[in-house]
């Protein structure tokens, strides 16, 4: 069995293709970029639109459409407008190949992707992409999140702050770069039980900007704080949980420091430690695809139902059933 994924819920426009014994058989993508600030839920919509013909010419290089024996598209969570233009395209895939069409959680794509390309089983995860960050584990039958960050995700809160130091949307690998010739300056560290609030950390990391401490110290600072906070609620749930395994999920899985700082808990706990590989660590529609492949075993979909799926910008993890 071979699925098509379709990826479009924020910046992120991508089609990829795996089959049924995990083998990725083509993957194209193309970002929406906005050098003056964050994104445009409007303007990423109208990138998404414009590319995914072209990425699908691309991807004919790869693979033989009719081969194809599922689409794919990310139903939720994510920004509706970009939601949309990708379950627009799926639809219109789905129809032309005469394809069943099935609608996938983002969330558990990410976490799902990282098992199959690590050698990771049952892990605590870290997932650390732009809008969200979940300390996550299967428990119970189904994916339940034991802690959260309380207003804005971790990848947001370094774009946050590198959009008001002028570096531009997406921030994060600009501030890893920073931080390398940084030291230290106190900033709020907030973990309550498992959750994580990031957004005060900001408003005094962008104060302290305009009072005159160097980029290059907070961007440090922010990485240390952050990063240990997220380390320190990482390190509760896999007692709470007693899980053995964690793996680190999300766009913001690129950062070694971070990677550095879970390896080390890590190794202090005796306990596995995986990442997901770099390239598959930010939205992709290969994700989407593995996941399409285990939700058409688990779910009972309607073959013919093509006009039926519509998306869930709200959907959380945990109320994913199986
Ligand atoms: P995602 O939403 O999973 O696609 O991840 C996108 C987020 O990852 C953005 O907020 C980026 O700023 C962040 N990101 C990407 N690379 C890095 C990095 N090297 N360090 C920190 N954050 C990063
Ligand atoms: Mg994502």
Known sequence: MKCLGIESTAHTASIGAINEKG?????????YVNEKGGIIPIEAAKHHKNIFPKLLDE????????????????????????????????????????????????L??????????TNIKDPVFILATGANTQVISFEGGKYRIFGECLSIGIGNALDKFGRAIGLGFPAGAKMEELAKNGKYVELPYVVKGM???????????IQLHKQGVNKEDLCFSLQETCFAML???AE??????????????????ANKRLIGMLEIMCNERNAS???????????NGVMIAWQGILDSKLRKF????????????NWRIDQVKN
């Open 59 to 106: 991807i004919k290089k790869n693979i033989d459409l009719d081969k194809i024996d599922i689409i794919s598209f990310s139903k939720g969570p994510g920004l509706s407008p970009c939601l949309l233009e990708g379950m627009k395209f799926a639809r219109k895939m789905a129809l032309e190949l005469q394809a069943p069409l099935i609608g996938v959680n983002h």
């Open 302 to 313: 309607d073959k013919k139902g093509i006009e039926k799926e519509d998306i869930n910008p």
């Open 23 to 31: 083998e990725i058989l083509a993957d194209v993508k193309d970002m």
């Open 108 to 117: 558990t794509a990410h976490l799902e992707i990282g098992k199959l390309l």
């Open 195 to 205: 959750d994580v609030e990031f957004s005060g950390i900001i408003t005094r990391a």
């Open 231 to 233: 380390t320190e609620a």
């Open 236 to 253: 509760r749930a896999m007692a709470h949980c007693n899980k053995k395994e964690l793996l680190l999920i999300g766009g913001v899985a």
């Open 273 to 283: 430690f995986g990442v997901v590989p770099i390239k598959y660590s930010g939205d």
